[in-house]
């Protein structure tokens, strides 16, 4: 598949998990989608991400969750639902709330607001 290609397959998902969430009773809005390769390496440097951020490939994207009383919910376990479902979506979706920090990328966190696709 090519990338663009992969990269539609993603946007198509994104909307289905947008839908998703509206369905439950939330409100999502978008956090950051497209990071530049230089903010990709910024954020490395800081520890806050990785170099090879799919994000840098559009396929990649944070989604802020809105309850339905307007309030933001910035907790991992608040997109547990939702990172079901995204997975259940593609086999090649992963869900950033199923991160652990490992030997290859230490200072990875538990991550619930990030949506991605790996190529």
């Known amino acids: 598949m090519k990338l663009w290609e992969k990269q539609a ?5 994104v909307a289905l998990l947008l839908q998703y969430i509206q369905s439950k009773g939330y ?4 956090g950051e989608a ?5 903010q990709a390496k910024l954020n490395a440097q800081k520890g806050i991400g ?3 951020s799919l994000h840098c490939q559009r396929l990649a994207i944070d989604l802020n969750l809105i309850n339905d009383e307007g ?11 939702f990172g079901s479902y995204w997975k259940s979506l593609d086999k090649a979706n992963e869900w950033g ?5 490992s030997t ?3 200072h990875q966190n538990v991550d619930g607001n990030h949506f991605q696709m790996v190529p």
């Open 27 to 30: 409100h999502a809005t978008f």
């Open 34 to 38: 497209f990071r530049t390769a230089e």
């Open 9 to 13: 397959l993603f946007a198509q998902n």
């Open 50 to 52: 990785i170099v090879d």
């Open 104 to 106: 290859l990328h230490p």
């Open 71 to 81: 309030i933001y919910l910035p907790d991992s376990h608040d997109y547990a639902l």
């Open 97 to 101: 709330g199923d991160w652990k920090p």
